[in-house]
């Protein structure tokens, strides 16, 4: 993977071609890279793409990744304590490993094994609300595995979609809360080929 860069299809890559689903492949994880070299060695490199579909219309990476911090937005305007509580424990967010927080408020910079989406939402959400951390440390989160009382309050798998009628039925199961964002970011991922490959 391209440091700093999200390893998957881009949109000038992509254009042009007709596509058909062929799975909707949940949670990869720390597996991530080990499946797209998969599907690379399976379809070609550029003959296959992950998308999410809201509404059955597909959205890129950055696509979501805007429904997903909408998401994070809604939950923080509308639970003023879990904000403050946020910006006054916290200095940064991060999900996977500390090095997250030089992503900064940008979803493609993507610096370990795993996709961290969160971490960003968070900081994105924060700025839209006019908001600055002011806490004395890091905070993980990641669902179970933050010790920090915000890292569960704030996990994707806790945090609820702002619209439940986004997500895409039926709702796959995981380690996720149903209505949850990552449900949504879970349930609306497909794997789609080229119809050509």
Request: with cysteine.
């Given at each position: 993977?391209?440091?700093?860069k999200?390893?998957m299809?881009?949109?000038?890559?992509?254009?042009?071609?007709?596509?058909?689903?062929?799975?909707?492949?949940s949670?990869?994880?720390?597996?991530?890279?080990?499946?797209?070299?998969?599907w690379?060695?399976k379809?070609?490199?550029?003959?296959?793409?992950i998308?999410?579909?809201?509404?059955?219309?597909?959205?890129?990476f950055?696509?979501v990744?805007?429904?997903y911090?909408?998401?994070?937005?809604?939950?923080?305007?509308?639970?003023?304590?879990?904000?403050?509580?946020?910006?006054?424990?916290a200095?940064?967010?991060?999900?996977?490993?500390?090095?997250?927080?030089?992503?900064?408020?940008?979803?493609?910079?993507?610096?370990?094994?795993r996709?961290?989406?969160?971490?960003?939402?968070?900081?994105n959400?924060?700025?839209?609300?006019?908001?600055?951390?002011?806490?004395?440390?890091?905070?993980?989160?990641?669902?179970d595995?933050?010790t920090?009382?915000?890292?569960?309050?704030?996990?994707?798998g806790?945090?609820?979609i702002?619209?439940?009628?986004?997500?895409e039925?039926?709702?796959?199961?995981?380690?996720?809360?149903?209505?949850?964002?990552?449900?949504?970011?879970?349930?609306?991922?497909?794997?789609?080929?080229?119809?050509?490959?």
């Amino acid at each position: 993977m391209d440091e700093g860069k999200v390893n998957m299809p881009t949109k000038t890559a992509t254009q042009g071609k007709e596509w058909i689903d062929v799975e909707r492949p949940s949670y990869l994880g720390r597996h991530r890279d080990e499946k797209y070299a998969e599907w690379d060695a399976k379809y070609g490199k550029g003959n296959w793409r992950i998308v999410w579909k809201i509404n059955g219309k597909p959205l890129d990476f950055l696509g979501v990744c805007a429904v997903y911090e909408e998401a994070y937005y809604q939950f923080l305007k509308n639970h003023p304590s879990v904000l403050r509580t946020l910006l006054d424990t916290a200095s940064n967010v991060y999900d996977d490993a500390p090095s997250n927080v030089f992503s900064d408020v940008d979803y493609t910079k993507q610096e370990t094994g795993r996709t961290h989406v969160q971490d960003i939402a968070i900081r994105n959400s924060i700025k839209r609300l006019g908001a600055s951390l002011k806490g004395y440390g890091l905070i993980q989160i990641r669902h179970d595995k933050g010790t920090h009382p915000l890292s569960m309050i704030l996990s994707p798998g806790k945090v609820p979609i702002h619209d439940t009628s986004l997500i895409e039925q039926p709702e796959l199961t995981g380690w996720w809360d149903k209505g949850s964002v990552e449900s949504l970011y879970q349930s609306n991922k497909h794997l789609q080929i080229a119809a050509s490959a």
